[in-house]
């Protein structure tokens, strides 16, 4: 639905180190726009300054949604455009800006996003692990009894896990994450677009081994793998039938799954093929 009111709320995603990853779109909004509403100025006058932008900025916190909010919907009644933006990557993810949004719905005005960098996504695409299906979950709670309840709720969820992390605490998370989840295949993606990217790709107790962790990092960790009698067979036939569709081929397909699962190749090809007839 095409709304009537003027003025538009821009939802702007920066980059997340690398500086060269912001597009032109990115610029041209952050330009035009009457005022960039930004997490901390002192950060964000850098990438401004980078950029040669001069537009005007305010603050919009966490901790005073409700008034920065009421903040923004004044400019935008005024019929000038906001662009939103957090330190890096897309605000509102793991960043503030949730309230603003919603009431911005509420009140009618357009949302448009302008996209870019996201630390969740790079560091998915990167991991190795499964991306058909996933859950980002974003940060642990800081207190280990709560981030326990919370590792314990997403024990049995079977999509790989993304966890944003803070490098104190990044040991202690993996130590819990073993302890609650067992040792699984995990990922951690550290400093993502900057010149010491890197993978630690193992398991949950070879990632506890690693010290020092520094920089801005990503958890990553398997999602809860079925046992053959726990998965359904129509289940089995679709995941064939989505490698397929994908370009495997169907001898190539059924190995893979029948390995995935531990259970009979030759069993599941005649089940694939008999069920492809029947349809
Ligand atoms: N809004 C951001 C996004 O869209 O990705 C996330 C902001 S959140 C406050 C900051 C966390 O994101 C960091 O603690 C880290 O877990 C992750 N992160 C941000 N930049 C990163 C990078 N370059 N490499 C790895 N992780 C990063």
Redesign the pocket.
């Known amino acids: 639905m095409s709304l009537n009111k003027k003025a538009t709320l821009f939802l702007v995603?920066t980059p997340?180190?690398n500086l060269s990853e912001v597009s032109e779109r990115t610029l041209s909004v952050l330009r035009d726009v009457a005022v960039i509403a930004c997490e901390d100025t002192r950060n964000s006058i850098k990438l401004l300054t980078h950029f040669d932008i001069h537009t005007r900025m305010i603050t919009y916190h966490n901790f005073n949604e409700k008034e920065s909010t009421r903040g923004i919907l004044k400019f935008l009644e005024e019929g000038k455009d906001v662009a939103l933006i957090?330190?890096?990557?897309?605000?509102l993810?793991?960043?503030p800006g949730y309230e603003l949004v919603n009431e911005v719905i509420r009140e009618g005005y357009d949302i448009v996003t302008v996209s870019g960098?996201?630390?969740?996504l790079?560091?998915l695409v990167a991991s190795g692990l499964k991306t058909i299906h996933y859950l980002f979950y974003g940060f642990l709670n800081a207190k280990q009894s709560q981030a326990r309840k919370e590792l314990e709720e997403l024990k049995d969820f079977p999509y790989t896990l993304i966890f944003?992390?803070?490098p104190h605490r990044i040991e202690k998370t993996l130590k819990l994450a073993l302890e609650v989840l067992g040792d699984r295949k995990a990922c951690l993606?550290?400093?993502?677009?900057?010149m010491h990217e890197e993978y630690h790709r193992g398991t949950l107790r070879e990632l506890c081994e690693l010290r020092n962790l520094k920089?801005?990092?990503?958890l990553l960790i398997e999602g809860k793998e079925k046992k053959a009698e726990e998965i359904d067979h129509d289940e089995l036939m679709e995941e064939i039938d989505r490698l397929v569709n994908d370009g495997t081929r169907t001898r190539e397909a059924v190995s893979e799954i029948a390995e995935r699962y531990g259970i009979s190749k030759n069993g599941l090809y005649n089940d694939y093929l008999k069920r492809k007839k029947e349809l």
């Open positions: 995603a997340i180190g957090s330190d890096a990557g897309y605000p993810i793991s960043d960098p996201n630390a969740a790079n560091a944003y992390e803070a993606a550290r400093e993502l677009t900057k920089g801005e990092m990503v």
